[in-house]
T-cell receptor, first 115, second 112 residues
Framework: AQSVTQPDIHITVSEGASLELRCNYS??????LFWYVQSPGQGLQLLLK??????LVQGIKGFEAEFKRSQSSFNLRKPSVHWSDAAEYFC?????????????FGTGTRLKVLA | GAGVSQSPSNKVTEKGKDVELRCDPI?????LYWYRQSLGQGLEFLIY????????KSGLPSDRFSAERTGGSVSTLTIQRTQQEDSAVYLC??????????FGQGTRLTVV
């Protein structure tokens, strides 16, 4: 069965520092991969997606993610974090041709940004 | 509409009452999903619609939960005889051809 693991429940970084949020997935083929962000009291906003092709994908708000097939990873990065980036981040695997209809989410990583 | 719309945004109900949560997906999106997010938890899949059919309703936690979709558009999630453990944020998402999913703002349900 497909699964998504986000090993870090909480991460704290200083404003201006770089950020990397980890995501590992379990699936036999290359799935559709996503990162979403959720601010308090809000729904989920799509940051970026990977379907195929270039393994480094750019998203909104200065975020990027790199797909590494050998490590089954899709880590999210940002070179310089802003205070407004404080939120919860979810990695997800999308529906597949094998008949899984749903998006499967990791448990999320809560980001705290220190001024 | 421009995005996925959910109503109400907040709902407080007494234990044992029935509630209906509404989702209005992005126009043209054939796929619609309901998820539940409990306090401090991740997203729990409830049900998936393709058009008006629900090929996957495996996440509905009990027979108190049901959902329907009409006209390939609006969906309603109904919880009968609500319990305190039903308190959560209920999120709806839609997608076109099951690519990226777009989420609504959610309905925060509190059962007292």
């Amino acid at each position: 069965a497909q699964s998504v693991t986000q090993p870090d429940i909480h991460i704290t970084v200083s404003e201006g520092a770089s950020l990397e949020l980890r995501c590992n997935y379990s699936y036999g083929a290359t799935p559709y991969l996503f990162w979403y962000v959720q601010s308090p009291g809000q729904g989920l906003q799509l940051l970026l997606k990977y379907f195929s092709g270039d393994t480094l994908v750019q998203g909104i708000k200065g975020f990027e993610a790199e797909f590494k097939r050998s490590q089954s990873s899709f880590n999210l990065r940002k070179p310089s974090v802003h205070w407004s980036d404080a939120a919860e981040y979810f990695c997800a695997v999308g529906p597949t041709t094998s008949g899984t209809y749903k998006y499967i989410f990791g448990t999320g990583t809560r980001l705290k940004v220190l001024a | 509409g421009a995005g996925v719309s959910q109503s109400p945004s907040n709902k407080v109900t007494e234990k044992g009452k029935d509630v209906e949560l509404r989702c209005d997906p992005i126009s043209g999106h054939t796929a619609l999903y309901w998820y539940r997010q409990s306090l401090g938890q991740g997203l729990e899949f409830l049900i998936y619609f393709q058009g008006n059919s629900a090929p996957d309703k495996s996440g509905l936690p009990s027979d108190r939960f049901s959902a329907e979709r009409t006209g390939g558009s609006v969906s309603t999630l109904t919880i009968q005889r609500t319990q305190q453990e039903d308190s959560a944020v209920y999120l709806c998402a839609s997608s076109k051809y099951s690519t990226e999913a777009f989420f609504g703002q959610g309905t925060r349900l509190t059962v007292v």
